[in-house]
């Protein structure tokens, strides 16, 4: 089956998709130190179109007739790291809605942060997918519960056409884990370490996380531990005791994000940072690929499949 990436920053949900053995045919990414990452990553196009500009977007995305787009529109504006105002980024994910209404692909999956789900310009957006044809899965999956070893909670609107509401659901639920992924499970013994600072957004919060627990979700930015951290209650250890702690490298937060090391990080660090926070943790996309496989091929058109 044939698809293309929406919003596609460095490629994770691409990745995921390919690796289960759909064909993604091309790429649409304005942000370019993304886009090169993500051309250093894969054979087919990027385009620079600007999404927003839904009659230019359903014009080139419509020119590979897809049976599948995929794609998460930029979150900033629902996400807890966001001012929570539902703002003109949020109308991404309206524009996400109508190029799909338009192009008619046989199924499309979105993917975004948790409060998505219950935003105006999510109801505007699935207004657009029912009126298209679209049954529709709408599900919040944990990332640490579909193979990837953190904590990251993503709202996921899977649409096939002329099927009913709910159509994956059960597929959904029985393949989640029961347990949690750690970072052990997922590296196993060749960690370097046991315990790791990640940066909190306020002191109201803890920063030394176990590799015994799923990690925090991994952000667009990654600091040091900056001196005269105060500590907090909740720290997996005292840095007092264990002064060696470290935040992740750069390297060490893609492969939480599920990245396979040989994934080229292209652009600065600052650059790099940005898209392994924006990403979608490769194994949750394989999930969420591997899922729609399963339908598919109990309505009987996995020959669509590559
Ligand atoms: C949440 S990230 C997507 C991450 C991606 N799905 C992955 O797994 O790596 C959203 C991306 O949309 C891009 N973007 C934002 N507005 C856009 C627009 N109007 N047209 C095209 N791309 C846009 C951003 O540059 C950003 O890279």
């Not at 980024?89 to 789900?117: D, G, H, K, S, W």
């Not at 909670?153 to 884990?177: H, M, P, T, Y």
Request: some cysteine; overall charge neutral; aromatic content about 12%.
């Amino acid at each position: 089956m044939n698809v293309v990436d929406l919003f596609a920053g460095c490629g994770g949900l691409s990745l995921g998709f390919a690796r289960q053995g759909f064909n993604v045919v091309g790429a649409f990414e304005f942000w370019e130190p993304a886009a090169d990452c993500y051309r250093a990553n894969f054979d087919h196009p990027v385009s620079d179109v600007d999404l927003s500009n839904v009659a230019l977007a359903v014009e080139a995305v419509g020119a590979f007739s897809p049976d599948v787009i995929i794609g998460g529109p930029p979150c900033q504006d629902f996400s807890q790291a966001g001012k929570r105002v539902e703002a003109e980024r949020a109308n991404l994910t309206q524009c996400f809605a109508e190029i799909v209404a338009v192009v008619r692909p046989r199924c499309f999956v979105m993917e975004n942060v948790e409060r998505c789900r219950s935003s105006r310009a999510f109801a505007a957006a699935r207004r657009f997918f029912k009126g298209a044809g679209y049954g529709l899965t709408e599900i919040v999956l944990d990332a640490s519960r579909c193979g990837a070893p953190q904590k990251r909670k993503r709202f996921v609107c899977l649409g096939v056409q002329g099927v009913a509401d709910g159509f994956a659901a059960e597929i959904f639920e029985s393949r989640l884990s029961k347990k949690p992924t750690t970072p052990r499970d997922y590296f196993g013994e060749s960690l370097p370490f046991e315990y790791y600072y990640r940066h909190p957004r306020n002191y109201n919060r803890r920063a030394v996380f176990s590799v015994d627990e799923p990690a925090p979700t991994m952000r667009g930015v990654n600091r040091p531990v900056p001196k005269g951290y105060p500590g907090h209650p909740n720290d997996a250890c005292s840095l007092a005791e264990r002064p060696g702690i470290r935040a992740l490298t750069t390297a060490e937060r893609a492969q939480i994000q599920t990245f396979p090391a040989d994934f080229r990080w292209v652009g600065t660090k600052t650059d790099v940072e940005q898209m392994i926070g924006n990403a979608v943790p490769v194994k949750l996309a394989e999930f969420v690929a591997e899922t729609l496989k399963i339908f598919l091929g109990k309505t009987c058109v996995y020959d669509y499949l590559v």
